[in-house]
């Protein structure tokens, strides 16, 4: 293994003490079809929560923007985020 970090923690005001292993490195195994299958799955799931994460980072600060230049698509209407942005200013 490419990292091998072996140690024990002792319980306080006991006698115990816990072993602690923590082993890391490249995975050298075949995966089984099910695995492949979970595995493709999970990464189509990240991989789709990350992109819907950067859109709405984008958007926000796209609507930071529109807002600090007072920029109106529709009159006397606000999501009330340009407000509670400044709020961390003051």
């Given amino acids: 293994h490419a990292v091998d970090i072996r140690t024990t923690l002792p319980v306080p005001f006991t006698r115990w003490r816990?072993?602690?292993?923590?082993?890391?490195?490249?995975?050298r195994r075949e995966l089984s079809e099910r695995?492949?299958?979970v595995s493709a799955l999970a990464s189509a799931a990240l991989l789709s929560a990350?992109?819907?994460?950067c859109?709405?980072?984008?958007?926000?600060?796209?609507y930071l923007i529109k807002s600090a230049l007072g920029i109106n698509l529709f009159d006397n209407f606000s999501l009330g985020i340009w407000?509670?942005?400044?709020?961390?200013?003051e």
């Fill in 55 to 62: 859109v709405l980072l984008g958007l926000l600060v796209l």
């Fill in 18 to 27: 816990y072993y602690l292993v923590f082993l890391m490195g490249k995975n």
């Fill in 35 to 37: 695995e492949k299958a």
């Fill in 83 to 89: 407000s509670e942005f400044k709020k961390l200013f």
């Fill in 50 to 53: 990350f992109i819907v994460f």
